[in-house]
């Protein structure tokens, strides 16, 4: 629905702003380096180096790794590192790692050894303090690149170097690139309902972020990079440098097309201009020392406000879908549109579709949708509510010149009112049945006092129609064709004229009007729709209500029909009306003469 008022109402005690569990205003980085002798401390400096001719850096230890420590099948001797791997009883020795007799005839042999056993138990000699005995040889630093690709090989060499836009990890000896990546993921609110019960959000699933802009800034709040959240949730953005536990990802739900604000979420409060949402997220909650360029699965949760970044993809596809169906060749020309939401602040009109501007910031949009956030009410996550008021905004594009005004769906209204509001359900379903590929026929809504659920599809051959009943129009109203009329009957009938193409028809009741997609649009840009209403026939009278009405939309479908040369659908319209009990007069106006 639609309305003027501007004021808001603030639910006592929920005017906190809900934002995620980061603020932008990040401290400096602080380095952590318990317990580490050697490695990265997380803010691009080290904990500390080994000694390089010894030693090298393993998870932020310095260890010998040019000697480890052997006993396997043995009970003595040495093991390998200057050790021993146990000793014999007195009158035995060690003989190849394991205890016997000592030969009566044991010769001592130290031929080409510098250190260790000398055969009979005695020994070859001890190596320096800088040197370790290796297979009876003083040996010095030897280096170790088992499984390292890059970094300090323990001894002073390398074991290889990076490739451009990366650096070294000393501590797993693998390169890391400069960027940032992850996966964003929304916990949204999901409705259930059925022939016995009323629409109700049960539950939640988590369905990934799509088409969001993301950015990456430093401590101080400087973007280093940017980009757009993949249709799968990922993303991944190049920087010049190795990412720091201090930097933070930055999620501004705004759309800019050739430099200008297309479509933003505004943060509602107490008075405009609105505040643009913005969810910060630091790097140091999700990436690990191994790599603190991989975030990993980031989940945006329901108190933290992962309605306002699904209502953004909601509306996001909604600007898409208007190239998608041809309503308009290109984005640049469609007029901007400011969402407004915030959890606690309702609004009079509920959620409505205002044609006025509002501020975001420094910039104006010229449409601002408001999104009730009332308790029990399904704001955000009433998708097909959201596009009945982007139907509202598709139709403001070409002519509706309703006063918007309280309505009740199952109730009869003035005609322009009934035209403006059933034409937004009617967009809302075509929508989701050309998204699905699938007929869409059932509106629901979730309103802390008047949830309800119809079938626009089935209203009145006595299957399960929902939880409201529909008036139909009368064939003896004494106000003829300008009647008042069920918003939803409108919904009905122009579900009844719509084919599509793109969407296979449901087999019962078949269609006896078809147009396709285009078609639809096709009328509501005619000169008979846009410029032709108030006409007053020669005969005296008026057709049709002052304003657009239900009337000037199937005058305009008769006319297209009639300039294609399709007079059997033209008919085929006029007696569909007649058969729906609306007295519809056969004379369609379609030109000035």
């Known amino acids: 629905m639609r309305k003027t008022s501007l004021f808001p109402l603030i639910l006592t005690g929920l005017l906190l702003t809900i934002g995620c569990s980061d603020d932008p205003e990040t401290p400096p980085c602080t380095p952590m380096c318990d317990g580490l002798q050697c490695g990265p401390d997380g803010c691009g400096g080290a904990c500390g180096r080994c ?87 003083c040996r010095g630093c030897i280096p170790y690149c088992n499984g390292r690709t890059c970094g300090d090989d323990g001894c002073g060499g390398s074991c290889g170097s990076c490739p451009a836009q990366s650096s070294c990890n000393e501590s797993t000896g693998q390169c890391m690139p400069y960027r940032v990546k992850g996966r964003l993921w929304l916990e949204v609110q999901t409705v259930y309902y059925d022939a016995y019960q009323l629409p109700k959000l049960d539950k939640t699933v988590d369905i990934t972020g799509q088409n969001i802009p993301i950015s990456l800034r430093d401590a101080n709040g400087k973007e280093l990079a940017s980009t757009v959240v993949a249709p799968d949730g990922s993303f991944e953005m190049q920087l010049s440098r190795l990412p720091v536990s201090s930097d933070w990802l930055s999620i501004v739900p705004v759309w800019y097309v050739g430099g200008k604000m297309k479509l933003a979420v505004l943060k ?120 009945h008021e982007f139907g509202h905004y598709i ?27 059933g034409w937004a359900t009617f967009y809302s379903l075509m929508i989701q049945s050309l998204r699905s590929n699938t007929p869409v026929s059932q509106y629901w809504r979730v309103m802390p006092n008047a949830s309800y659920w119809y079938d626009v599809a089935h209203l009145y051959d006595n299957s399960q129609t929902g939880s409201i009943i529909v008036p139909e129009p009368s064939l003896s109203d004494a ?26 028809d449901p087999t019962i009741p078949p269609d006896k009007v078809k147009f396709r997609t285009k078609d639809i649009y096709n009328a509501i840009a005619s000169d008979r729709y846009i410029n032709l209403q108030h006409y007053e026939p020669k005969s005296g009278g008026r057709r049709t209500e002052y304003g657009t009405d239900f009337v000037d939309f199937v005058d305009a479908l008769i006319c297209g029909a009639y300039k294609s040369g399709n007079f059997e659908m033209a008919n085929g319209i006029m007696d569909l009306l007649i058969e729906r009990k609306f007295p519809y007069d056969r004379t369609p106006v379609c030109d000035r003469t």
């Open 479 to 504: 106000s003829g064709m300008r009647q008042d009329l069920c918003e939803a009957w409108v919904t009905y009938m122009l579900w009844d004229f719509w084919d599509g193409l793109e969407v296979p």
């Open 51 to 137: 000694d390089a001719t010894k030693t090298v850096c393993m998870n932020g230890q310095c260890i010998v790794p040019q000697c480890v420590p052997n006993c396997i099948q043995k009970l003595c001797g040495d093991d390998g590192c200057g050790g021993s791997c146990g000793s014999c009883p007195t009158g035995m020795i060690c003989i190849a790692g394991s205890c016997g007799k000592l030969p009566e005839s044991c010769i001592p042999s130290c031929y080409g050894r510098t250190c260790g056993d000398d055969g009979c138990g005695g020994s070859c000699g001890t190596c320096p303090a800088d040197l370790t005995c290796d297979g009876n040889t």
């Open 268 to 387: 509602a409060a107490l008075n405009p201009p609105y505040d643009i949402w913005e969810w910060t997220i630091r790097l140091s909650n999700y990436t690990t020392k191994d790599d603190p360029g991989d975030m990993g699965d980031i989940r945006v949760t329901i108190s933290q406000a992962s309605a306002g970044l699904y209502l953004y993809q909601q509306l996001y596809s909604a600007f898409q879908d208007m190239v998608n169906t041809g309503f308009i060749l290109s984005m640049e020309e469609a007029p901007s549109l400011g969402a407004v939401w915030n959890n606690g602040i309702k609004w009079s009109c509920g959620t409505c579709l205002l044609p006025t501007k509002v501020d975001a910031g420094k910039t104006q949009l010229s449409n601002q949708m408001l999104i009730s956030g009332e308790s029990g009410n399904e704001g955000p996550w009433g998708y097909p509510t959201v596009l």
């Open 395 to 421: 139709m403001f594009q070409r002519r509706d010149n309703t006063d918007g005004e309280a309505h009740i769906i199952s109730h009869k209204s003035s005609p322009k009112l009934a035209w403006s509001e």
